[in-house]
């Protein structure tokens, strides 16, 4: 069992930044994907950026430009950098990590709120 831990959520302004942290309970250096899906109230869960072995980096085009994902191999931890929040950006964010194909293991969650 791979254990999932998000952090780094709250309160910001719009057009403000935030960065989220996601440690994870196993080595992610040869990990085959591991990102961040977000869900705000009364939608579906939605892929924010993901990161896939080879490099492979996707981002939704709503964050495109805006979110960096990253990651410390020494820490087992993942990033996702948030810059130029909007309102609409309010959400619970979900990390998860996928050692393997189809064996995904999600965190709790932490909440993001833009508002002024």
């Known amino acids: 069992q791979v254990q999932v831990v998000e952090s780094g959520g709250g309160l910001v302004q719009p057009g403000g930044s935030l960065r989220l942290s996601c440690a994870v309970s196993?080595?992610?250096?040869?990990?085959?994907?591991m990102g961040w899906y977000r869900q705000a109230p009364g939608s579906q869960r939605e892929l924010v950026a993901t990161?896939?072995?080879?490099?492979?980096?996707n981002y939704a085009g709503s964050v495109k430009g805006r979110f960096t994902i990253s990651r410390d191999n020494a820490e087992n931890v993942v990033f996702l950098q948030m810059n130029g929040l909007k309102p609409e950006d309010t959400a619970v964010y979900y990390c998860?990590?996928?050692?393997?194909?189809?064996?995904?293991?999600w965190g709790q969650g932490t909440q993001v709120t833009v508002s002024s």
């Open positions: 196993t080595s992610i250096s040869s990990i085959y994907s």
């Open positions: 998860y990590a996928e050692p393997r194909p189809l064996e995904k293991y």
């Open positions: 990161r896939r072995s080879g490099n492979i980096i």
